[in-house]
């Protein structure tokens, strides 16, 4: 080979390895920009199941609470007093699962809310 030959492939080979770093580069930035998007996403399905079990925990207690309401209401139902005990029963009864409605909706509006 002539040493104009060596100079161009030379000069070639310098070329391509510049593009070659270069492209390394980018591949870093990419990496890093995906490593931040990957954490990024583990905070949110962290955050999400937390509020899942949020949920779920209120869930139960609603449930909880209406099957109380129920067997009340069917305790109440089934009595058998005479008619003046069992109405002011019931309504003391009504009184209480209203307090408690008004309690649960309280609650529920004092939570704060995870907007997504």
Partial sequence: ME????????????????????EREDA????????????????????????????????????NNFQKQHNI??????MNADEKGTAELKGKIEAYIQDIDRCITFL??????NGG
């Fill in 3 to 22: 040493p104009k030959d060596l100079l161009e492939h030379f000069d070639h080979l310098e070329t391509r390895l510049l593009e070659v770093l270069a």
């Fill in 28 to 63: 870093r930035r990419q990496l890093a920009a995906s490593d931040q998007d990957r954490e990024r996403l583990r905070q949110q399905v962290k955050q999400q199941a937390e509020a899942i079990k949020k949920m779920q925990k209120k869930q139960e207690t609603l449930q």
């Fill in 73 to 78: 209401s069917k305790i109440v139902s089934s």
């Fill in 108 to 113: 529920g509006q004092s939570q704060p809310s």
